[in-house]
């Protein structure tokens, strides 16, 4: 059993860490902001899994320092807003000398992608490199894409939000390049297997259990749910054009979003396979991964 400290526990990722965490006999801390901790419908599902509360912020190096020295394994599950404060995170780990740290990664492979990609990933990979640096015993996951973004909207995040997947939606490329796709309950239980994994010590590990094209996304769930999806293409070459003009700064989140799009569905990186990165299916080939049909099944 480890002590294994979750910041962001209250995200969408996070809250399954911690769920994770309890569920595989570890002791689980969570470092929540000062303000949360007054939410009960965030606080709820960490004191449903018995976890120890650090207030703090990684605006807050002190606190982040107490937290971690408290721990054994620190994963990070900050939002992508938040990627660019997580080098005081790096830091108070190193000081604090935790076993293992995992970044807030949990996307596609930066390193498949290839740098000036995607701004999320180049931000993400410059941690990576931070925390190779510092020396800090560490794994990195590479969950590919979460079902409850990328199955829910169909593949079109420009649509994500609604109770049910969209009824029209925006096909990128021919809509046949083969995504990697896996439930986010899912990638917490491989997180959690790996930082307490000798095998798993400085190595990074991507999640390709389940992998489909936008088209039969769609069709799949048009036969699961008896309802018709209108779509409209966007070519290559449009969605290039709109990554071109989304460099303002307030469009950040258009930026991230178009080039997303065209590293799942165009460019196909989340099943490149990097030499430097282990397969969570190869690694743990007990673990029974949570389907796209079931996963789109829930959702009728
Ligand atoms: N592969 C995919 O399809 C996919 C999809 C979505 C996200 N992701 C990735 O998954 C990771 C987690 O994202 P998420 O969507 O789960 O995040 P999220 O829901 O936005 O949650 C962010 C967490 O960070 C906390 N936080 C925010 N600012 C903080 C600060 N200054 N100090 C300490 N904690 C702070 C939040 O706490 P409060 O409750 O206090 O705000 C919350 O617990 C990110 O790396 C993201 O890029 C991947």
Redo the contacts with the bound molecule.
């Keep these: 059993m480890a002590r294994i400290l979750v910041?962001?526990?209250?995200?969408?990722?996070?809250r399954e860490l911690v769920k994770a965490c309890s569920q595989q006999g570890h002791e689980a801390h969570a470092?929540?902001?000062p303000?949360?901790r007054k939410d009960p419908a965030?606080m709820h599902a960490l004191q449903a899994a018995g976890a120890t509360i650090h207030e703090?912020?990684?605006?807050d190096y002190d606190s982040l320092l107490r937290a971690c020295r408290s721990a054994d394994i620190v994963i990070s599950?900050?939002?992508?807003?938040?990627?660019g404060?997580e080098g005081a995170l790096v830091k108070a780990v190193k000081e604090a000398g935790v076993q293992r740290f995992v970044p807030?990664?949990?996307?596609?492979d930066p390193a498949a992608a290839g740098p000036g990609s995607c701004v999320?990933f180049d931000a993400?990979a410059a941690v990576q490199a931070s925390v190779k640096a510092a020396g800090i015993p560490y794994t990195f996951i590479h969950?590919?894409?979460?079902f409850?973004?990328?199955a829910n909207s169909l593949g079109d995040l420009t649509r994500l939000g609604g109770k049910l997947p969209p009824e029209e939606v925006s096909v990128y490329g021919d809509g046949n390049v083969v995504g990697a796709l896996t439930s986010v309950p899912d990638v917490a239980r491989v997180t959690v297997r790996a930082v307490s994994d000798p095998r798993l010590r400085n190595k990074e590990i991507r999640i390709t259990a389940n992998t489909i094209t936008q088209n039969l996304l769609i069709a799949l769930w048009q036969t699961t749910s008896g309802r018709t999806v209108k779509r409209t293409s966007v070519p290559a070459a449009e969605l290039e054009k709109m990554i071109a003009r989304s460099t303002a700064p307030d469009q950040g989140a258009t930026l991230v979003v178009s080039q997303l799009h065209r590293s799942l569905w165009i460019r196909g990186d989340s099943v490149k396979r990097v030499p430097a990165s282990l397969e969570a299916t190869e690694v743990y080939p007990d673990m029974a991964f949570q389907t796209i049909e079931q996963g789109l099944a829930q959702l009728v």
């Design positions: 910041v962001g526990p209250t995200g969408h990722l996070g470092l929540v902001r303000a949360t965030k703090g912020d990684l605006k599950a900050v939002g992508g807003l938040q990627i404060d807030s990664d949990f996307g596609l999320l993400k969950s590919n894409a979460f409850s973004y990328w």
